[in-house]
């Protein structure tokens, strides 16, 4: 399964790709950085103040949104799959903006995070929780097929309930998502041999998830740092095939590798 990694920012680079994608699952930022820094008794103080790249006013948060929406819909498929994590307060605003281009809203689904910072000032309720927005590139008369693997009854539950990954697991990415909550999104959205496009990569969860399901995909990120730890990840994995492209290349990509 080929893994291909592009540094740069994914606004510039989608509309370089020339090639269809089966889902796209991405985790982009979400507005909700702030200065603050939490002393945690026998854990690891935690920052808020993720970086710049999560800091907008709402407006230029919801035109960036839909910038990004606009520049993947030419590349998903007719029967394919959208999944964006969100943050709850934006469910309705990235609904409304990918709805406008034609996407098909699913579903929401809830990642409850069993493992919060806390309250340390004891004024509000823990964020526990994170949205996944599920929508379709093509459900319109024609009733276009999409890719949905049910499993068993009490797995398919729209509420998924995990820690935030610890451990080994661990790099320091500060909103790295726990691969068993996208192996669960992609074994339920993908099938074998599909091309999974992740245009916000951060640390190649993603990519790594997909290589332990027979799946093939696309990283776009644009922090060096982020990328730096997204290749050193994923070079120790055995028999991953790696691809690094740099941006005059992006039109090579193919989806057989």
């Given amino acids: 399964m080929p893994h291909y990694l592009i540094f740069g920012d994914a ?18 930022p979400y507005n909700t950085a702030n200065k603050n820094t939490k002393i945690l008794k026998g854990r690891k103080d935690r920052s808020s103040d993720f970086g710049c790249w999560d800091y907008f006013s709402d407006q230029d948060y919801l035109k960036f949104t839909e910038n990004w929406i606009k520049l993947i819909k030419p590349i998903i498929k007719k029967s394919g799959n959208l999944l964006t994590f969100c943050k709850l307060e934006y469910v309705s605003d990235v609904r409304r903006l990918y709805e406008k281009r034609g996407f098909k809203h699913h ?20 964020s526990s929780c994170e949205a996944i927005l599920w929508a379709t590139n093509g459900f319109d008369g024609n009733k276009i097929s999409y890719t949905f693997n049910f499993s068993k009854q009490n797995e398919m539950h729209n509420f998924i309930e995990y820690p935030i990954c610890m451990g080994n697991e661990r790099t320091s990415h500060p909103t790295q998502k726990p691969k068993k909550v996208l192996s669960h999104l992609v074994k339920i959205f993908t099938n074998e041999n599909d091309l999974i496009l992740d245009c916000f990569a951060g640390s190649g969860t993603l990519a790594e998830v997909a290589n332990d399901l027979n799946r093939n995909s696309i990283s776009i990120e644009n922090n060096k740092n982020y990328f730096s730890i997204m290749k050193n990840r994923l070079k120790k994995i055995d028999k991953l095939k790696l691809i690094i492209i740099n941006s005059t290349k992006i039109q090579t990509i193919k989806k057989d590798g």
Avoid at 23 to 28: C, K, T
Avoid at 107 to 126: D, E, S, V, Y
């Fill in 107 to 126: 579903g929401t689904i809830i990642w409850h995070k069993t493992n919060p910072a806390p309250q340390i000032r004891k004024t509000g309720f823990l």
């Fill in 11 to 28: 606004i510039k680079i989608l509309p370089e790709l020339r090639l269809s994608v089966d889902a796209i699952i991405v985790d982009p």
